[in-house]
């Protein structure tokens, strides 16, 4: 189990670090909470002592056993350290050996490495050139920040400052913890589900959501690729992505074109649509009292286009299948010249969870089901194994 310091400053955005911790805690983490005095004056320790299960500490010399030093074991034993909000006051301690206090104390006998800084502080303040000079030194030591966000402060302001939102920062930490197995590979994704327009309003569809393929585009980035997710009419997102919002299948088709030829492994995750309108309404249809008659013709194959243009990619599809999953999923492999195949019933269409079967010519792996973001960091690691990625 992973030991994370969560370090909390006295800034109003301490409030959060309470929803930070408990979610840090359901994920696994062993978490212990170091709290300045100011902290306390915006979250009780006794709210983090509950969530936590642990001790926390606020003083220098808090510890029973006056031989037991908490700044010297604290810094020794965290596999992370977490300022969590970091206020303008810690930031330039930290840069300037300043160790007056029990963080300030923890922060310099910690190996640079080791300590991320999630700032939070008005917009002026952040602006400060001299906090952007501490922030410069702190970097090139080898101290993490996790930008803060634009958007309301407390005070009142519009800008940035605000504490970066809390998924963000959990993603941060499993990506921090994540061994780096695809490090400097180029992953390409594409999610989501496309759309065929009959009208300017009207369209055929289907119902992905693109949760699978944003969540295989996390695991990768945390796994250390360079990712570029192709999204078709999707509204999820996430950070350290290269995101290409598309519409239709020609839109993805021609972006999937532009970063192919330099990609290791494409995941081939959209909901594409297989047919799309002979002819298309400039104008919006107008209902009738007769029945509408719909002409469609077959679109591009992209993932079949792809197989004929393979040469040093690993080239991975999935299969929905709502009868003869193996069989048909077999088919696709052969025929579109797939290195693997991802096998799902139609039941993983928008849910947050699923179960799939990743097949080769040689093997079944099955992934049992389980939330989205932990079947893709499954599927990434078998994948990784069986194509034996260097």
């Not at 301690?93 to 104390?105: E, P, Q, R």
């Not at 999937?256 to 002819?279: Q, R």
């Amino acid at each position: 189990m992973k030991k994370i310091l969560l370090c909390i400053t006295g800034s109003i955005a301490a409030y959060k670090s309470a929803d930070i911790a408990s979610k840090l805690v359901s994920k696994g983490y062993d978490i212990h909470v170091i709290m300045t005095k100011n902290s306390t004056k915006f979250i009780s320790p006794m709210v983090l002592e509950t969530l936590t299960k642990n001790r926390v500490y606020t003083e220098l010399f808090q510890d029973d056993e006056y031989t037991h030093l908490t700044h010297i074991s604290s810094a020794k034993e965290a596999d992370l350290i977490l300022v969590a909000p970091a206020t303008y006051n810690i930031i330039g301690k930290t840069a300037n050996g300043v160790a007056d206090d029990l963080l300030s104390s923890i922060l310099a006998a910690a190996p640079a490495n080791k300590v991320v800084f999630a700032p939070a502080m008005n917009v002026n303040m952040y602006n400060n050139p001299i906090l952007t000079d501490n922030i410069n030194t702190l970097t090139k030591g080898g101290y993490t920040f996790i930008e803060p966000d634009d958007g309301m402060l407390a005070c009142g302001d519009l800008g940035k400052g605000r504490m970066k939102n809390i998924p963000s920062i959990l993603e941060f930490v499993d990506s921090y913890f994540c061994e780096k197995i695809l490090y400097g590979k180029n992953i390409v994704i594409t999610a989501g589900a496309t759309r065929e327009y009959l009208d300017p309003i009207r369209y055929i569809s289907n119902s992905s959501s693109g949760l699978m393929g944003l969540s295989l585009a996390k695991a990768s980035r945390n796994m250390g690729a360079n990712v570029t997710l192709i999204m078709a009419n999707s509204a999820l997102t996430t950070d350290n992505i290269n995101i290409i919002n598309v519409a239709t299948v020609n839109e993805m088709y021609d972006s999937v074109l532009e970063f192919y030829p330099t990609a290791d492994i494409l995941f081939s995750a959209a909901a594409v649509s297989d047919y799309g309108p002979i002819n298309y309404s400039s104008q919006k249809i107008k209902k009738s009292d007769i029945t509408l008659t719909l002409e469609l013709k077959k679109n591009t194959d992209i993932l079949f286009e792809l197989g004929k243009l393979k040469s040093k990619q690993i080239l991975i599809g999935f299969a929905a299948e709502s009868e003869n999953l193996y069989e048909n999923a077999l088919k696709k492999l052969e025929l579109k010249n797939l290195d693997m195949i991802i096998a799902n019933g139609l039941e993983n269409f928008g849910s947050t969870s699923g179960s799939v079967n990743i097949i080769t010519k040689a093997n079944i792996i099955n992934i049992p089901q389980q939330d989205k973001e932990s079947l893709a960091e499954e599927i990434v690691i078998e994948i990784v194994k069986g194509a034996n990625i260097k």
